[in-house]
């Protein structure tokens, strides 16, 4: 659902990559211009805090900014994450 709103340049004209590889991570979502990448995180998230913690260090180590959704709130609050997403461009 929030690959509908990313691509095609629909938010301030900025192309999205999905499922994009940085180092050994695949990302769900990468914008190169604005150096941002939107993470969508499912239920098996909640049990791999550790993990996740690694690959967002490596990954703001690359002066990404790392922003993080769950499926619930890109499913059930669609508009609001979008809001999110615009003012941290």
């Keep these: 659902m929030l690959w509908q709103l990313l ?3 629909q938010i301030h004209g900025l192309g999205f990559r999905r499922q994009h590889s940085i ?3 695949i990302v769900d979502f990468y914008c190169k211009k604005v150096k941002l990448v939107i993470e969508v995180d499912g239920p098996i998230h909640q049990y ?3 993990e ?3 690959r967002q260090r490596f990954l703001e180590s690359l002066e990404l900014k790392v922003m993080r959704f769950t499926n619930d709130s890109v499913l059930h609050n669609t508009d609001e ?6 003012p941290g461009l």
């Design 48 to 50: 791999q805090a550790e």
């Design 7 to 9: 691509r095609r340049n």
């Design 81 to 86: 994450v979008v809001k999110q997403i615009d």
């Design 52 to 54: 996740d913690a690694i």
């Design 23 to 25: 180092g050994q991570f």
